[in-house]
């Protein structure tokens, strides 16, 4: 592929946050068509190193970027979003652009509709360059359980960029979009967000639409944005976030302007530090980080104070009976009969035993088959039944702690980005990856991970702000008055 | 459940039938139960489906309100109580039909608890308590040998609104569950909210069949039968299956719980799947969708539409109007069967005489001329008014009945008025003894054999000389002054 335009002029556009970017579009600085082949040249030039995407859309990128500047020329407004190229988790779908959810039976799967938060980023004019790698079907915190390819760390390419929306972190920390879309079930927009030190927001419950988005476990999965600063995460939530008619699960309540009162500071909050999520093991540098972090916010007014959840330890197992008895149901579709992968046998009973055989993944039919056991007769009481009691629970501890908080401060994970390969054979490992955003899906509560400092090795390290239900402003408030008062997000991997 | 067998009850060899209904009733709401399609009947394969329908990836159900009012007229109709809050959930299980592998019913929480259907047995109304009624949405259908060496689907049907009612198995003959059957229908119908029309599949049925020694209160092994696709179906299958069941018992074997399929070409039922190969279908409450709530303010706002239902209704037409049992059922069966008979009694026609009409030559016209929509009668023959006109022109002595039924087919498709057409043709019949008496003389001396043998006593050879007068007459002649007449010329 051949860009035209000089090297310095693309590397300072793709170096350009989402509203410096759109803002330029808007000021005729730049044609969106600029930024877009910017980007796709940037793509290009990091894409052997990180490999984020699945797929590029070029075409159809520059000509929405035409249809951007044609708008701009005409005197319109092009959106918040005008003329922006953007990334999309490739289980969100995107009319006549493959969407495969990383996984092999789906892999010639073309949507005929859009996902209601695609539809939303083009009505607010972001150009989609292309669709990012995955854990298949979000299920994973590596994105090494991609069947379609492998996504490596920006920072250190012999390590994982964290999972399930592994393209996505990588592809912004890279600076290959301006923001992506990531999904985040368990923490599969957190997580990659802190390995690859970006800024990454896994929504309340209910404020963004699930239509189109390629579903995991129904009751936790939420789309969240992937983004360089917490001012970007503000207006592509306000983008996607409101009412959709096509979910039942998506909240009436109004979408506030998150942009407004960022700047209004931490002074006079109620910051709790939950005990049980500063664990023994966890790596030291990502301790010290995060209450360097805490610290800061201290300083800067607000009050510090140490809370308890005491059903966290509970929190994974509830998550792997409620998540994988959802997806056991949910992946049904998948069978070979309407789209997708169809490997034919003698009998319905063997195309179906072929054809999911061979289009499913390891993870994902391990997840399958735990699901499926959870809630077979006999099991359905003592496992699907407890785990949503249990659920109960864990949402309370929250409740009780967010009462007296305006919102919690905790570490993402316990360590930084793990080899690629280091925990593939052990899942039970793998999943303990997730035991600090779990609680939150669990919960339906918001949650924001911003960059808050680096290992030894350089591996990012964040900073998790747990907000109330539908308090998202809260908490970007905070990680906005952080990153104030931070350079980490400035950070970038490639130059 | 232990009440004592009912005099119509089926009893052989000391075993009484313990029957229980599961009906699937496809509601007639004009888009499906969660999407826009339509959910119309028919149409080209694959034409009325979206990404929901056909569980593409991603896609979400958004629930049709118009569907849970219909579920809620049901659930009154039947005296259920409606739960203020109900929730879907799936039921999981493979199969071609089945778009997103799992189907999106309600299991632990229904909407509709605790009602009864009101049935005639014998001329006495019974009730048959009914479990639950609840929301699901149907499945696709499979198209065999379509194609060669395969099969093909076809998803128009996927996501139609479908109501299950749960009887409880308090039916004891083939006979009333026929009835129980054609009650639900009927209630279903007033409704306006099923066809139920079995061919078609929008009102479909399996039974749960069971013996046991009567007197017993325990309840036998119970055989489900699938695959009867009309009333007669569903009775002959029952019956079939009764009978397999006790000669079994008596011959020593054991009733294994199983699945049979009814087979109406060889009359019998075959097993099909047995408990051990049944599903586990793992349901679970559906995360898609909220849970559902319905405030009592919608309940009531919902009975305030009700209309008056079959049952109050035959009740009402013994005794405002005066009707036999079996006459009151048969006009109130269907609503605008019963709205017709009380057209025509609004527009002056006696009840019995109407009732005659309807239930004879107006319902007959209807089912020669397939004027009949399973739901409604698109056109009547005839108008209400036009059958009161008739029926009075009768009753006043102005036509004789024989004359009325041939002016009916000239009535078709018009709104001609009888009395308009009896006066322009001069078809009233003719009362003066005058003329009468001259034709009754000839027809005497016409046919001296039968007039001999009427005056021996003969009193059935009165007919043919009636008959005789009446043609004469053209058939104007009032039949009961000819017959009078005519004894009277024989007796002097």
């Given at each position: 592929m051949s860009v035209p335009g000089s090297p310095a002029v693309s590397s300072a556009l793709h170096e350009c946050s989402v509203r410096e970017a759109a803002a330029r579009v808007r000021r005729r600085q730049v044609s969106s068509v600029e930024l877009t082949r910017a980007a796709l040249a940037r793509i290009e030039a990091v894409e052997p190193r990180v490999?984020?995407?699945?797929?590029?859309c070029e075409a159809e990128a520059l000509a929405a970027a035409e249809a951007i500047d044609r708008r701009v020329a005409a005197g319109?407004?092009?959106?918040?979003?005008?003329g922006v190229p953007v990334g999309v988790k490739d289980n969100i779908c995107t009319a006549g652009v493959r969407t495969t959810a990383a996984s092999r039976i789906l892999e010639s799967f073309v949507p005929a509709y859009d996902a209601t938060v695609t539809a939303k980023l083009r009505h607010a004019g972001a150009v989609i360059v292309g669709k990012l790698n995955c854990?298949?079907?979000?299920?994973?915190?590596?994105?090494?359980?991609?069947?379609?390819g492998r996504t490596r760390n920006?920072?250190?390419?012999?390590r994982v960029p964290g999972g399930s929306s592994g393209g996505s972190g990588a592809a912004v920390a890279a600076r290959a979009v301006h923001a992506a879309l990531g999904t985040d079930t368990g923490g599969s927009v957190r997580l990659p967000a802190a390995f690859c030190g970006v800024v990454g927001l896994k929504p309340t419950y209910?404020?963004?639409?699930?239509?189109?988005v390629i579903a995991y476990a129904s009751s936790l999965d939420q789309v969240g944005p992937v983004t360089r600063d917490v001012a970007d995460a503000a207006v592509v939530l306000e983008a996607i976030a409101g009412h959709d008619p096509?979910?039942?699960?998506?909240?009436?309540r109004p979408v506030p302007?998150?942009?407004?009162?960022?700047?209004?500071?931490?002074?006079g909050m109620r910051l709790g530090l939950?005990?049980?999520?500063?664990?023994?093991?966890?790596?030291p540098e990502v301790e010290q980080a995060v209450r360097a972090a805490v610290r800061e916010l201290e300083r800067l007014g607000a009050v510090i104070e140490e809370v308890s959840l005491p059903h966290t330890e509970y929190a994974i197992a509830t998550y792997y009976l409620i998540a994988t008895a959802e997806a056991s149901s949910n992946l049904a579709?998948?069978?070979?009969?309407?789209?997708?992968l169809r490997v034919p046998g003698q009998s319905l009973g063997e195309m179906y035993e072929r054809s999911r055989a061979a289009g499913f993944g390891a993870e994902v039919k391990r997840r399958i088959m735990l699901g499926t056991y959870a809630l077979s007769a006999g099991y359905y009481d003592a496992y699907y039944l407890k785990a949503q009691q249990v659920r109960t629970l864990v949402r309370r501890d929250f409740e009780r702690a967010l009462e007296r908080c305006d919102a919690l401060l905790t570490p993402?994970?316990?360590?930084?980005a793990f080899r690629i390969g280091e925990k593939v054979d052990d899942p039970l490992t793998m999943y303990l990856s997730d035991i600090m955003t779990i609680s939150v899906n669990l919960a339906g509560l918001p949650a924001l991970v911003v960059p808050c400092g680096a290992d030894g090795a350089g591996l990012p390290i964040g900073l998790q702000v747990i907000g109330r239900h539908f308090d998202e402003a809260t908490m970007l408030r905070i990680g906005y008055a952080h990153e104030l008062a931070s350079d980490w997000h400035r950070r970038s991997p490639i130059p | 459940m232990s009440e004592p067998a009912a005099s119509g009850a089926w009893t052989l060899d000391g075993y009484e039938a313990v029957i229980g209904l599961e009906v699937h009733a496809e509601l007639?709401?004009?888009?499906?139960v969660f999407c826009g399609?339509?959910?119309?009947?028919?149409?080209?394969?694959?034409?009325?489906?979206?990404p929901v329908c056909l569980g593409m990836p991603g896609v979400l159900p958004v629930l049709n309100r118009r569907v849970v009012e219909f579920a809620i007229r049901a659930g009154l109709a039947s005296s259920c109580a409606i739960a203020p809050r109900s929730r879907f959930a799936r039921k999981n299980y493979f199969y071609p039909d089945l778009p997103k592998g799992y189907q999106i019913s309600m299991y632990?929480?229904?909407?509709?608890?605790?009602g009864w259907v009101e049935l005639l047995v014998d001329g006495r109304p019974r009730r048959v308590g009914l479990t639950r009624i609840h929301l699901e949405e149907d499945t696709g259908k499979n198209v065999h040998d379509a194609v060669a060496g395969g099969s093909l689907v076809d998803f128009?049907?996927?996501?139609v609104p479908l109501l299950e009612i749960v009887g409880e198995p308090?039916?004891?003959s083939p006979a009333e569950a026929g009835a129980y059957l054609r009650a639900l229908r009927s209630v279903l119908q007033y409704l306006e909210i099923?066809?139920?029309n079995m061919e078609e599949g929008s009102f479909r049925c399996d039974a749960n069949v069971s013996v046991r020694p009567l007197g017993a209160t325990a309840l036998g092994t119970k055989v489900e039968i699938k695959n009867m696709n009309s009333f007669r179906n569903v009775e002959r299958a029952v019956a079939w299956e009764l009978q397999r069941q006790v000669r079994a018992l008596q011959a020593g074997e054991r009733l294994v719980q199983e699945t049979r399929l009814w087979d109406p070409e060889r009359e019998e039922t075959r097993s099909m799947r047995s408990k051990e190969h049944?599903?586990?279908?793992?349901?679970?409450?559906?995360?898609?969708l909220l849970p559902l709530e319905v405030p009592q303010e919608w309940v009531d706002e919902v009975r305030a539409t009700l209309p008056e239902l079959p049952g109050p209704r035959r009740r009402r037409f013994e005794r405002d109007?005066?009707?036999?049992a079996y006459d009151a059922d048969v006009l109130t069966q269907r609503k605008d069967v019963a709205d017709y008979f009380e057209a025509g009694i609004a527009a002056g026609a006696q009840p019995k005489e109407m009732a005659n009409w309807v239930t004879t030559e107006i319902l007959r016209l209807v089912r020669e001329r397939k004027l009949d929509d399973a739901l409604v009668?698109?056109?009547?023959?005839?108008t209400p008014a036009q059958v009161a006109a008739l029926s009075q022109l009768v009753d006043a002595g102005t036509i004789n009945r024989g004359t009325a039924k041939q002016l009916l087919p000239r009535l078709l498709g018009t709104d001609d008025d009888p009395a308009a057409i009896v006066r322009r043709e001069g078809l009233a019949q003719v009362s003066d003894r005058g003329a009468l008496e001259q034709a009754v003389r000839d027809v005497i001396a016409r046919c001296p054999e039968q007039a001999a043998q009427l005056r021996a006593?003969?009193?059935?050879v009165i007919g043919f000389l009636v008959g005789q007068v009446m043609k004469a007459t053209g058939g104007k002649a009032n039949p009961q002054l000819v017959q009078e007449l005519l004894k009277a010329a024989l007796a002097s």
């Open positions: 490999g984020a995407f699945l797929a590029r319109d407004d092009p959106g918040p979003l005008g854990d298949e079907f979000a299920m994973g915190s590596s994105t090494e359980n991609s069947a379609l920006p920072w250190d390419p012999e209910g404020r963004v639409s699930r239509y189109g096509a979910d039942s699960t998506a909240s009436p302007a998150y942009q407004d009162g960022l700047d209004a500071g931490v002074r939950p005990r049980e999520y500063f664990v023994e093991g966890m790596q579709r998948y069978d070979g009969v309407r789209y997708g993402v994970a316990p360590t930084t | 007639l709401t004009r888009a499906k399609c339509s959910a119309a009947f028919g149409g080209e394969p694959n034409t009325n489906v979206c632990e929480q229904p909407l509709c608890e605790h128009n049907r996927s996501g308090e039916i004891r099923c066809d139920g049944a599903h586990d279908y793992r349901y679970f409450p559906e995360p898609d109007h005066g009707l036999s009668i698109r056109d009547w023959p005839v006593g003969k009193d059935k």
